[in-house]
């Protein structure tokens, strides 16, 4: 059986407490989120048709999503810290626990904002949080947030870092903050780098080394710089393709952007290689044997992409991974031969 596997994220979040005044009046929408029961939120649907009762608009539907998740999940310390366990989680499993990391928060707010019609994304990339050194190399991502669709434009939020932050005693201390709801791009980009350049909303996307650098630095090379790259022009075309080929396209311009980090590219050859073989059964059922042949010649290719980035590094479930990928590469052999004795 050919298996796949996603890359957990976990996030690196600061102690800074940022101020950011908001421009729109969302006292209601922020008073009813707050109220909102336990028997509000059993389900993501039964808490998203609650948050959205009073929205007007889009920008007040995520306004209430954010506002009840800093509000009301807590951030998973221990699953933090103990980075090897992280597993890939649910926005149901989120709700029942009300502890998670990045992943999870973002994960629950994405699913909050399907439920109501809202375009939202998970954004992977890497952060200037606790533990952040200059010095050292983002050999894998770090952190996730969301990007949404509202009043015609994209936006940026972290629920995880707007609801606190890991003080130096390894503590969780749970402090509200609006800066990371709605927030600017190139203020965004002070403290969260997307591993695709394209979600960093520039006009000229700020290089990993420049990222590095204080804000100040970031501010002025952001101001300086020149139109080079059309971000919406990217984004609508990326959304035009099946999501397969997003993730697997996302994940090619994340390793040209900062080759460096190779376990990224490895799991997406793996999860392609995955979802061939899912079209792989389709053609089962009309014995098409040239076509599954064709397809296994593929499905080979992607496992092996993955076995030459995967064996790069020397993280655990990239080891978990490599072990799969010697799995579905025996399998495959297996059918290669299989389809051209039915060919002979």
């Known amino acids: 059986m050919r298996k796949a596997i996603l890359v957990s994220v976990v996030i690196y979040f600061t102690s800074v407490s940022f101020l950011f005044a908001q421009k729109n009046d969302y006292s209601n929408i922020d008073n009813h989120a707050k109220k909102a029961s336990r028997s509000n939120s059993r389900t993501v649907k039964n808490l998203s048709d609650y948050l959205i009762k009073p929205s007007k608009n889009d920008s007040e539907k995520v306004r209430a999503f954010y506002v009840w998740i800093t509000e009301n999940i807590t951030y998973d310390v221990k699953t933090f810290f103990n980075q090897t366990k992280n597993k890939k989680v649910t926005a149901t499993e989120v709700l029942t626990k009300r502890k998670a990391v990045c992943e999870g928060y973002s994960t629950l707010f994405m699913a909050l904002c399907e439920n109501s019609g809202v375009k939202c994304y998970i954004i992977q990339g890497y952060s200037k949080g606790y533990g952040f050194d200059a010095r050292k190399k983002f050999t894998s991502t770090d952190h996730a947030w969301n990007i949404v669709f509202v009043k015609n434009n994209w936006?940026?939020?972290?629920?995880?870092?707007?609801?606190?932050?890991?003080?130096?005693?390894?503590?969780?201390?749970?402090?509200?903050?609006?800066?990371?709801?709605?927030?600017?791009?190139?203020?965004?980009?002070?403290?969260?780098?997307?591993?695709?350049?394209?979600?960093?909303?520039?006009?000229?996307?700020?290089?990993?080394?420049?990222?590095?650098?204080?804000?100040?630095?970031?501010?002025?090379?952001?101001?300086?710089?020149?139109?080079?790259?059309?971000?919406?022009?990217?984004?609508?075309?990326?959304?035009?393709?099946?999501?397969?080929?997003?993730?697997?396209?996302?994940?090619?311009?994340?390793?040209?952007?900062?080759?460096?980090?190779?376990?990224?590219?490895?799991?997406?050859?793996?999860?392609?290689?995955?979802?061939?073989?899912?079209?792989?059964?389709?053609?089962?059922?009309?014995?098409?044997?040239?076509?599954?042949?064709?397809?296994?010649?593929?499905?080979?290719?992607?496992?092996?992409?993955?076995?030459?980035?995967?064996?790069?590094?020397?993280?655990?479930?990239?080891?978990?991974?490599?072990?799969?990928?010697?799995q579905n590469l025996k399998a495959t052999k297996h059918n290669i031969n299989v389809y051209k004795q039915n060919l002979e």
């Open 155 to 326: 936006y940026l939020i972290d629920a995880t870092w707007g609801s606190g932050y890991i003080n130096d005693k390894k503590k969780f201390v749970k402090r509200f903050t609006d800066y990371f709801f709605l927030t600017e791009a190139n203020k965004f980009a002070y403290t969260h780098l997307p591993s695709d350049p394209m979600w960093q909303l520039l006009d000229c996307p700020l290089a990993i080394n420049d990222f590095k650098k204080d804000s100040l630095f970031i501010e002025d090379k952001i101001s300086k710089t020149e139109f080079c790259f059309n971000y919406k022009d990217s984004i609508a075309k990326h959304e035009a393709m099946p999501e397969a080929e997003r993730n697997l396209e996302s994940a090619v311009h994340a390793y040209k952007f900062n080759p460096v980090n190779k376990i990224n590219l490895g799991f997406a050859y793996l999860n392609y290689a995955y979802y061939l073989s899912t079209i792989n059964q389709e053609f089962q059922a009309d014995q098409d044997f040239e076509k599954l042949l064709k397809l296994e010649y593929k499905i080979l290719e992607y496992n092996n992409k993955a076995v030459k980035y995967l064996s790069k590094t020397n993280n655990q479930q990239a080891k978990n991974a490599l072990q799969i990928c010697k």
